[in-house]
């Protein structure tokens, strides 16, 4: 698990390359400490052109890649250290044929929790280790029906907005999932127990020098 | 969804019996406002004579009336108004024929984590509404194997101590277990959707009269 990692990643440069508030507290939850630099990439590769697990990674690559690239720059430059790890992550919504993300209004959250009401969907995370690896979660969520009342309030609560899917399982929305089946923090956001185990056999194999 | 029965909650008195901060906390984050009352019922019931799941249900059930009958001897006594709704909930975990509460100890905890490690247990809360109704919720939940030194690790991090099964999955535990089956918030220690299902039948009948 994770926790036996921490001593080997103590006092090294970590960042997360995510501006989620979510993924950086799953992190902290771990007992990890890391810096957060948001990457400049917008969420913009060609949906059609990938499955929605492969969306998720490649999105994840280039927001860890562009941090990565700055980091190298600010380095070279002298400016700091170079980072000993760098973690990119992405969550998408998968219902059907849409890939879904980051609802654009209040419409569009309202027509994507009247798709998902009663459904089962699934959600996939892509993490990247720019240089190192990448990989992806898949957890599927089973909502209950959800009446045109209880998404307007929904809606009203605010929790809808900056979030995959327009919900958030840790808020409000917690209690309109009937279950699910996997990882839960990959549905809020990072696959802790994925991580870990990819973090260890990186570290075996010498492909991860700490 | 419990958010659309908030209205109905609005003004009332509303009592959780449970000493869980993470109970607490779970309710809070579905916008419940409540006081919390202690039993003093101690969870002694004789485990051979209950499965697991009526384990959880039947203290939940011993701590909600206590706290129930303390309110109802302060109402007649005019020294507060009569609640309008008393929750109480137990949380066990289940693996093979043990049914496992929190640790007595280190070494205790010990056991429980070698014992789960690896493998896949069951997590049942039980929740009881005073005179109105009892259930429970049975949520699947897989752990990775743990090494001695894993279990060393999180001993150490005092984590395991005060929590059914020696785990708490909100905590560091989470990047240890490798999936669930069912409700998430049921292991925590709350069933958020079905307590939300539970409620609005009880409004919904009569029964819950607010």
Redesign the interface.
């Known amino acids: 698990?994770?926790?036996?990692h921490l001593p080997a990643l103590e006092g090294k440069r970590i960042v997360l390359a995510s501006a989620s508030p979510r993924r950086r507290e799953?992190l902290q939850?771990?007992?990890m400490k890391f810096e957060v630099v948001v990457s400049s990439f917008e969420e913009t590769l060609p949906k059609e052109r990938y499955s929605a697990a492969d969306y998720a990674r490649h999105t994840a690559s280039h927001k860890a890649l562009d941090v990565a690239r700055q980091l190298a720059a600010a380095a070279a430059a002298g400016a700091a250290p170079p980072p000993a790890l760098v973690i990119g992550a992405d969550t998408v919504v998968e219902y059907g044929e849409h890939i879904l993300e980051k609802p654009a209004d209040a419409a569009d959250a309202a027509r994507v929790l009247r798709m998902l009401s009663g459904k089962r969907h699934h959600v996939h995370t892509g993490v990247a280790l720019p240089r190192l690896h990448t990989f992806s979660v898949t957890?599927s969520v089973e909502f209950?029906e959800?009446?045109a009342?209880?998404i307007q309030?929904?809606i009203a609560?605010g929790e809808p907005f900056g979030k995959a899917g327009s919900y958030g399982?840790?808020?409000?929305a917690?209690?309109?999932?009937?279950?699910?089946?996997?990882?839960?923090?990959n549905v809020v956001g990072f696959p802790?127990?994925r991580?870990?185990?990819e973090l260890a056999t990186l570290i075996a194999s010498g492909a991860l020098r700490l």
């Open positions: 698990m994770l926790l036996e799953l939850q771990m007992g957890t209950e959800l009446s009342e209880a309030a929904y609560s399982i840790q808020g409000l917690g209690s309109f999932v009937r279950g699910i089946e996997g990882c839960y923090f802790l127990h991580f870990g185990t």
